[in-house]
C-alpha cells in the first residue's frame, strides 16, 4: 500500500508560481512512476505530466512550457513546478503512483489562480 499526500497548493495571483509536493509512505518509491493530474470544476481529470523511475519526463503539451515535474527518491517526494499561472490553471491537482496495474491516489491540493 502507498499512500499520497499533496500540499502546496493555494491561492495565486496570475502570473504567479507554486510548487506542489506529493509526500509517499512505502519503501518501493523508486520503483514507481509518479505523475499529477488536475481536474478543474465542471472538467474531466486531465494528465499534467509524468515521471518514471528512470528520470525520464514526460509532459502533456500545453503543460510543458509552464510546469516542471521532478522527483526525489531519497525524500520519497514528486514535485510539479507551476510557473506563470493562468485563472485557467485553477483546479484541485491529484498525485498519482503507478506501477504494473497499479494506481493510488492522493486527496489532492487546491490551486486557484485569481486577481
Known amino acids: 500500500q502507498v499512500q499520497l499526500v499533496e500540499s502546496g497548493g493555494g491561492l495565486v495571483q496570475p502570473g504567479g508560481s507554486l510548487r506542489l509536493s506529493c509526500s509517499t509512505s512505502g519503501r518501493v518509491f523508486s520503483l514507481f512512476a509518479m505523475g499529477w493530474y488536475r481536474q478543474a470544476p465542471g472538467k474531466q481529470r486531465e494528465w499534467i505530466a509524468h515521471?518514471?523511475?528512470?528520470?525520464?519526463?514526460e509532459y502533456a503539451d500545453p503543460m510543458k512550457e509552464r510546469f516542471t515535474i521532478s522527483r526525489d527518491n531519497a525524500k520519497t517526494t514528486v514535485y510539479l513546478q507551476l510557473n506563470n499561472l493562468k485563472s485557467e490553471d485553477t483546479a484541485v491537482y491529484y498525485c498519482?503512483?503507478?506501477?504494473?496495474?497499479?494506481?493510488?491516489w492522493g486527496q489532492g491540493t487546491q490551486v486557484t489562480v485569481t486577481s
Open positions: 498519482n503512483a503507478q506501477r504494473s496495474d497499479t494506481n493510488y
Open positions: 515521471i518514471r523511475p528512470s528520470g525520464h519526463k
